[in-house]
């Protein structure tokens, strides 16, 4: 039997208790490390970095940034952080000049994690990275990065095919909408990615510069041949009168759970809608799309991540800042398992861990992008949804969903967070 | 000719003043120069009153390789631990002082600052630092006692100055502290495995391959084949896990009836009768004999072992009992039942584990050169 990294976290919580470890013993624990991006903000000078921060409450250090990295030469931060298979640490990023990086870790005579740097990956012109998965086309694996402003233009979008070892661009998916024949299907900027077997889902989300355009489909990549196959429709309702704008994906698929029937799961940004597709993978044909959650009606809006334990599904909303939970085991339909829990408007982007005590725990990022404020000059204020920019990691009781702490970045460092990733690794079993 | 006879004077009374203040100063601890280890082998932890310096590992790597450890000042650390060897000695069971041969095979020592907290194939030492006296003590090891020891250490004008840089005094506690800090810098992360994690180096397809049957429980509902190597040996150390107990199982090697301790013999609990270290596989191709009685000369015997050789008992790992790739084939034996081309690839990937730098490191070899 091979434990997930979750389950692995809960049994060393509770080999601790039953150790009865000293407090001392106990704080070098660094399950409750998390990686994190922050984001410098104009106004307050301070510069954009990377850094390991400790979000256990019951840690003398709650709060406390261990080791920082800052990116004083980048205008705009590092974006989403994913581990390789490897062991290997990624992120993607928003400023042209470094859209995909590989950050160095390391650890110091006392065991102390160190963040090293980072280092600029070639992206061939691609830019605006925003999700990664590791996956195999042919039997052979690659790392696949989604690029929402691909290599420019009003229609722009590609997903970059890597080499796992060289981090050298092997290929790059292009499908401009003004390119290609009526009726064909088209890539335009790519957010959200997942995959199953050989077919690879990835979301048509917004252009780089939110004005330009908006995207309302997903849009089916062949795995054997790396080519867009099929574009998905999915837009219903138009709350902000904008196209729906899918963001996050998830491919729903029997190794998260033998119970589940594949489907493709995506959360529309402005449509504030989850919607399924089934698959069928003996004819590899996808069916009618359904808005299985509305927004609109249970009064949520901005829904973004996918995130998973062994048992449940938890999907973000943005506003008014909750994360919703459901029964892993029921996908692809959406069956509650309890109580929203309540963060901070912008929540986004989690990790599960456990306290010293043994205390299963989830950290909420809340913060989506627009972290300043328009008045104040601060040109990082986008301003398409209001009061996304909470700017904290919320500490919650996984079981009850209880709010136990927060770290507040803006207060306490002057900088907003974008991310956060668990120290060890996902620290969750499916991400997307 | 005054000026002469002034000058002299001052000379002697700073170098006189130099010895004294040099030989009661405290230690010094010099943090070790350039350290760096791998991310991915997970969370380590220094005793806080034994922290890694230059001058502890000095000292322990004199220790180590000084036969004045022994009772008859013939038998040193590294006579069963030799580097070329991955700090083992090659044989099934290492001598004994009597002429005969002791219970156990000598542990390769790479990566100790990782995986289990428990030391000795049976666990029976709970730190680097408890372990590292119980050999030089044992009759049939080293057979020294540690008073004589302290007072042969103390006759030594190197070792005093030794001692006194890296702890103060010469004393079996910083014996134990400097052999331990020695034995937690010999750390292996250059292996050919450690450069294709880092993206620096490919494996060959069979190594590939090998390294996906090394991280695959076998699972024929999914058509998943397997050598089930992870269930015990983690991803990137490859050593057994450091949770609780967890790096310690029973791998099939003998029946009930004739199933030692191990284990058992430190917790007292039957469950853990026949419970043995698993131990570390970096440069596992230079460690043979395998096992801890050494009844395996080859990875090949170790392999056709897993394959179809696991003899059952009541405490053998259920991970190992349930690892078939064939269940359809019948129940005559028990083990994995790979092709002999699977079995070739993960022999070719556990290669891949071997680390030259580490073998060859001048900071871990002989400082005396052939004499004390």
Redesign the interface.
Known sequence: ??LSKFTQIT??GA?LM??GLSAA?AQ???ESQGMVLLRGLPTLDTKHSVAIVELDPESDRFGEILSEVEQPDMQHPLHHLYYSP???LYSTGLDPSCSLAEIG???????T?VIEGFTCLDTKGQVVGEDIMWTTSNGQEYMFVTFMGGTGGDDGGSVGVFD????EVVKIIEARKSQIGEGEPYIMYPHGISAFEDRMVVTSTIHPDMVTGVGNVLTIIDLNTLEPIENILVENEKPLDFPSSPVEVLFARPSMHADIEPAILANTMFGFETWKVPYDASSKTFGEAEVIYSGVSNETAVPLEFYGTEDELFISHALPGVVKRYELAALPELVSTGPDIVADPGAHHMIFFTSASGRDLIAIQNNLLNLGNAADEDPTDVDFIADLNAHTITIHDLETGERIAEVNFKDRYNKGVDNVEGL?GSGFVHHH | MLRVFLTITAAALIAAAWIIWDRTRGPVSTPIADFSAPFIFGRFAVPPDNPLTEEAFSLGRHLFYDPILSGNNQVACASCHVQALAFTDGLAKSPSLSGGELGFSSMSLANLLWGQERFFWDGRAASLEEQALLPIQHPDEMDQDLDALIGELQTSRAYRKMFRRAYGEVSADNIARALSTFMRMLISSDSKYDKYLRGEERLTAQEEHGRKLFMAHPDTKVSLRGGNCIDCHSQFLTSGFRDALDGFSNNGLDSDEDLPDGLMAVTGNPAHKGFFKVPTLRNIAVTAPYMHDGRFETLEDVMDHYNDGIVVSDTLSPLILEADNAPQAGQQTVGLRMTPEEIDAIIAFLHTLTDDAFLTNPQFSDPFEGGT
Do not use: H, Y
């Open positions: 039997m091979k049994l060393t080999a039953v150790c013993e070098n624990r660094e490897n062991g290997r870790l390391s650890r110091d005579a006392s065991g994690p796992t070892q060289t981090n060890f």
